[in-house]
Structure formats: structure tokens, C-alpha cells
Nanobody
């Protein structure tokens, strides 16, 4: 089983910056895509940034030019650098990965979704 855990959330003033990190633990797996989502309670989860295995990044219009998704080696797999934060960026941010686990028989043929529990970002003066 693969576990993801986000860190780096907190309170920041408008115009400020935060960097979120996503770390994996548990089983080894091959990442196909990494994403960051955000969600306010009672609303649908919004895809903020996505990164393919070939390092192609895409962003929602609401964060384009302000947020950057990066992939890292090792267990600290990905980060989301958030600049020029706005009050409307206040949300719980979730790390998501689509990947395949290494099993005793080799690399699984089945891709699975893995989610972290979220980290709260509050943008307020």
C-alpha cells in the first residue's frame, strides 16, 4: 500500500508564498501522473496542477502563472510552489498520484489512485 502525506500548509497574507510538499511511504511504486487538488467543504474538488511522467505540467486558469508543480526524486515526491496568493486560494490542498506498485511478481499492470489527507492553506490578512 502506498501512502501520501502533504505538508507545508498554513496561514499566509495575501500576496505571500507557500510551498506544499507531498511525501510517499509504504510500497514502492512508479508514478504516472502527480496532481494537486483543492477543495472547500461542500464543493467539488478542483484540479489545480498536474504533472505527467514526462514532466508536462498543466494548471487551472485560476492559478496559472502563480503556482508551479515540481517532481522530486525519492520519497518527497512532489511540491507545489504557490506565489502571489489570494484569499480565494484558501482551501484544503490534496496530493494525488496515479501509479503502479512494485509487487513480488514485478510491476503491477493495474494503475491505482493514491490520495493524501490534505493540508489547509489559509490566505488572510
Amino acid at each position: 500500500q502506498v501512502y501520501l502525506e502533504e505538508s507545508g500548509g498554513g496561514l499566509v497574507q495575501p500576496g505571500g508564498s507557500l510551498e506544499l510538499s507531498c511525501a510517499s511511504s509504504g510500497s514502492r511504486f512508479v508514478v504516472e501522473t502527480m496532481d494537486w487538488y483543492r477543495q472547500v467543504l461542500g464543493h467539488e474538488r478542483e484540479l489545480v496542477a498536474s504533472l505527467t511522467a514526462s514532466n508536462l505540467a498543466t494548471y487551472s486558469d485560476s492559478v496559472k502563472g502563480r503556482f508551479t508543480i515540481l517532481k522530486h526524486n525519492g520519497n518527497n515526491m512532489a511540491s507545489l510552489q504557490m506565489n502571489r496568493l489570494k484569499p480565494e486560494d484558501t482551501d484544503t490542498y490534496y496530493c494525488h498520484a496515479l501509479g503502479r506498485e512494485w509487487e513480488s511478481t514485478g510491476l503491477s499492470l493495474l494503475s491505482r489512485d493514491y490520495w493524501g489527507r490534505g493540508t489547509l492553506v489559509t490566505v488572510s490578512s
